[in-house]
DNA sequence: GTGAAAGCGCTAACAG
DNA sequence: CTGTTAGCGCTTTCAC
């Protein structure tokens, strides 16, 4: 009889192996293999027979045997810190895309947004000897880094722009992102302008860049308002008058994030401040609902799902054996200008 | 020397194996296999050896070989139909954080939304021969359905409600749900009520939930309009729109996502008609926004993250061999009255 | 508490 | 194009 969906087992009994669909195919173990590995090298009329027995049979390769023998494995392990950040969830999601159809499976460990356990969680999963890794986030750890350097597999590092990836990156350029909303912040004239957020890591070089952008038209940036760790509608909102406090005057804030903004816009509504009249707010992610916020948000658009598509792509590409041309792609950051800053 | 990260290879040279270390630690190898494994069927003393002979050869256990002899996988395969969609990556991060920790890995597989494929995707990861599985969402082709409790291993299904679960489930009660905003709409007075979304599947259910709450107030469901497929904020913008259009009387309006409800409030908001005042508008799903759209949104609240926590700590209780006392549970859903239906 | 031998199921290497 | 042999690295089984 013909199972549809086969376990390997017929009942409760042993495991339907090569060897069993050999027998029924009139053929030898190693010509069943290669009927299902590479069909080209079996003949046509084997190869049918072949594959009737194994479908007469129920049988389903064993992937623990068949690359133990092999020393190769079809795993890539994809490491995220965050599948609540809808930004990782979404990269995540394009490297499942990009990997569909090959004959990679993904397996998930998760990061957590603390640097020591890294190498642990590396650690975890080198047991299923991984041909390749990718990383929704960059590493952190120079141990982790270096480790990971010395296994010899492929390795895709996300969203960071670090000069020195471990060896290949799909991310963008924090530093231009920065830039845009400085020179934006410049073109619409504001004079006193915040930045609210992340102040380390690769949010470092946004910070860098907005100053930048800003220099251009003559302005400073006149407060950092750090908000680290999680943050919420809430601490947005608690942000607006936090920053409104500390500098009066203040006619322009950057957040980090689009829910931050989102928190200081639903706060000015509440308190009647009017933006973009007396204050502007931009935010960064351009996350679905930032275009039907009232006012409409500004931010910066990142392509979070294309970033994970492209990194899937590149790491098969890789472990195709093509060549990759560029270790590092930085995707364009795009200016969404919209009502929250225009004046 | 000490490699802090091993992978199970020194150099460009063959792989460290069991029989290494067992030299290093001058014991066999079983007795390291036992020492990693069974830590307490070793003395003590010999098990301290060991573990330095590990660290010093940088050994890494092969979980190829070890699956393949032992005949146990550590792998739970997770499908997942999108990580777009919030409330399913929350759920996998629920499950994620539920199995951090235990010996488990997981593994993705993506079903898509269609069920065509369903069969096709379950196969291509029996090679691995997870020791479960778990379906962000239920198994909706029968064929697939049979074939996995074939499968005799634990079978995990989440967000539905199906009463014949083909193993374990962890879901919440559609019917309930759209009860309890019937319930609230016949409350708050309303007279020519609407529903619009998803009307297949589950959503079914939900509809006869809330065409029943709002029969205990005498009130009957003046009209069902189906968006079916993906739903943003623009498709709620329009269905706003067509709903008035179609029903002029219209006073209240139950949204089968909070996107499709956040979409029409944007879209009253923006052609000057009064939320509630006018109409009355809800939604599902409780995401994080919800409570700070103007006017805050009444929303049903779903435990996305508890319902995939939940499901992974099932799922290793009955690996462990724990006997589960309800192989379906359904977590409460709760009712979130803000102001957009508060007259 | 430890060890010797065997074999899990597959495919690489070699042979024809 | 197909087959024979051997062995991937581990842990089960049985023995002491």
Not at 57 to 73: I, K, M
Not at 92 to 113: C, K, N, P, R, W
Not at 186 to 200: D, L, N, S
Not at 320 to 326: K, L, P, Q, R
């Amino acid at each position: 009889m013909v199972l549809t969906l086969g376990n390997g087992r017929k009942g409760a009994g042993r495991p339907v192996r090569v060897e069993d669909v050999a027998r029924v195919a009139g053929v030898s173990p190693i010509t069943v293999s290669r009927a299902l590995s590479y069909p080209d090298k079996v003949k046509e009329e084997t190869r049918t027979r072949v594959l009737e027995a194994v479908a007469q049979t129920g049988y389903v390769v064993n992937r623990f045997a068949s690359s133990l023998r092999s020393g190769h494995s079809n795993i890539i392990t994809v490491f995220v810190s965050s599948l609540l950040n809808p930004h990782f969830a979404t990269s995540v999601q394009g490297i499942v895309d990009a990997v569909e159809g090959s004959s990679y499976h993904l397996m998930f460990a998760q990061t957590g947004y603390s640097e020591m356990l890294e190498i642990d969680v590396v650690e975890s999963v080198l047991p299923f000897r991984p041909a390749g890794v990718v990383f929704t986030g960059v590493v952190r750890a120079d141990q982790t880094r270096t480790a990971l350097q010395n296994l010899g597999i492929p390795v895709m590092e996300m969203w960071g722009n670090r000069p020195d990836p471990i060896d290949m990156l799909v991310g963008s350029s924090s530093y231009d992102a920065g830039r845009l909303m400085g020179e934006h912040f410049g073109e619409c004239g504001f004079r006193h302008v915040a930045y609210c957020g992340h102040t380390i890591d690769r949010t470092a070089q946004r910070i860098d860049g907005f100053r930048d952008g800003l220099a251009k038209f003559g302005l400073e940036l006149e407060l950092v308002h750090p908000k680290d760790g999680t943050r919420n509608f809430a601490d947005g909102m608690n942000a607006l008058d936090e920053i409104l406090e500390a500098l009066p005057d203040c006619d322009a804030i950057f957040f980090g994030t689009d829910v931050l903004a989102s928190g200081a816009i639903v706060r000015a509504v509440d308190r009647d401040i009017d933006i973009p009249g007396r204050v502007a707010i931009a935010g960064y992610g351009d996350l679905d609902f930032t275009p039907h916020v009232r006012p409409s948000l500004t931010t910066l658009h990142v392509s979070s799902y294309e970033m994970g598509y492209e990194a899937g792509r590149m790491l098969l590409k890789r472990l195709n054996g093509e060549a990759i041309s560029n270790l590092v792609i930085l995707q364009p950051i795009r200016l969404e200008a919209r009502d929250s800053t225009n004046r």
